[in-house]
């Protein structure tokens, strides 16, 4: 016997997101609890992000950590294998120049 898996509309998703102090994955309508980071994690990506930073000092671009949640629609391969459209995640590091 199959269990059934809710499929979440990304309105679902993100008004469940917004009410709850875990965050959450969406993939194509499925959601995924995340991990919670290590020390060392955090250590490696804070490193990354100032020499990042460093590096674009004087450009129009910005460096954030993980506390930014992204929405993709063009999504790479290796995602698309499984016919999903849309999937939401906190990013580790994100560059977002204007």
Partial sequence: MRSSIHIFSVEEYLESESKSEVRY????????AMA????AHNII???????LRSL??????DVFMSDMKVKLSELPFSIL???????FDYVTLKINCE
Wanted: charged share 10%.
């Fill in 45 to 51: 990506t804070l490193n990354i992000a100032i020499r």
């Fill in 36 to 39: 919670v980071g290590s020390k």
């Fill in 81 to 87: 294998i499984f016919n999903v459209n849309v999937f």
């Fill in 56 to 61: 674009l000092r004087g450009n129009s671009c």
């Fill in 25 to 32: 994955e969406y993939l194509g309508g499925q959601v995924f």
